[in-house]
């Protein structure tokens, strides 16, 4: 299985919206609504930010949303802040009943 | 509050076998895919494997052959065993409880293990 595919950063300014995308194929992103997105600062385990596409695990703010469209996947941060300052990571559940992730994205808020 | 903590050798001879523990708190075992991922330094996320409550697991293709996973509800504990590592297996290994379907809600703190002679 290969890796989903995000762009290796991105940045904003703090209020700004920033988007990052999740490429995959119609046998992991494109064919499961089972899409979930990561939080990781640095030296810290990941933290569940998006589940199943689009939703929210209690406590995470609702300034992060997340969306697909065919084989990518997108999460998107609203209002941005400078706590959101983080890599982020993508996960799919794939045909063959296993789980990939992104290769990571570095957010930098500016 | 569920709770996971990783436990094993910080450092493994090339060759060996790899073999860590996770010891869950405050949740029952049933109901969870109890899952193994990795983060080499500097690097991105890996997932490992997975094992149901009932005991059925799944591999990553690309280390099927060298991974077991198992689970001791007996001990409220699930353990990695990888065998025949390289320094290409030095990493952070986290433990997680994975809600069918959707993801990864509860982490270890993860545990460094370096492969040295």
């Known amino acids: 299985q290969s890796a989903l595919t995000q762009p290796a950063s991105v940045s904003g300014s703090p209020g700004q919206s920033i988007t990052i995308s999740c490429t995959g194929t119609s046998s992991d992103?494109?064919?499961?609504?089972?899409?979930?997105?990561?939080?990781q600062h640095p030296g810290k385990a990941p933290k569940l930010m998006i589940y199943e596409v689009s939703n929210r695990p209690s406590g995470v703010s609702n300034r992060f949303s997340g969306s697909k469209s065919g084989n990518t996947a997108s999460l998107t941060i609203s209002g941005l802040q400078a706590e959101d300052e983080a890599d982020y990571y993508c996960s799919s559940y794939t045909g063959i009943?296993?789980?990939?992730?992104?290769g990571g994205t570095k957010l930098t808020v500016l | 509050q569920v709770q996971?903590?990783?436990?094993?050798?910080?450092?493994?001879?090339?060759?060996?076998?790899?073999?860590l523990s996770c010891t869950v708190s405050g949740g029952s075992i049933s109901g969870y895919y109890w899952t193994w991922i990795r983060q080499p330094p500097g690097k991105g996320l890996e997932w490992i494997g997975h094992?149901?409550?009932?005991?059925?697991?799944?591999?990553?293709?690309?280390?099927?052959?060298r991974v077991t996973i198992s689970l001791d509800t007996s001990k409220n504990q699930f353990s990695l065993k990888l065998s025949s590592v390289t320094t290409a297996d030095t990493a952070v290994y986290y433990c997680t409880r994975h809600t069918v379907g959707q993801g990864s809600h509860y982490w270890g703190q993860g545990t460094l293990v370096t492969v040295s002679s």
Do not use: C, M
């Open chain 2, 4 to 19: 996971l903590q990783e436990s094993g050798p910080g450092l493994v001879e090339p060759s060996e076998t790899l073999s």
């Open chain 1, 97 to 102: 009943s296993t789980w990939v992730f992104g």
């Open chain 1, 29 to 39: 992103v494109g064919g499961y609504n089972s899409v979930s997105w990561y939080q």
């Open chain 2, 51 to 65: 094992i149901y409550d009932t005991g059925t697991t799944k591999y990553n293709p690309s280390l099927k052959s």
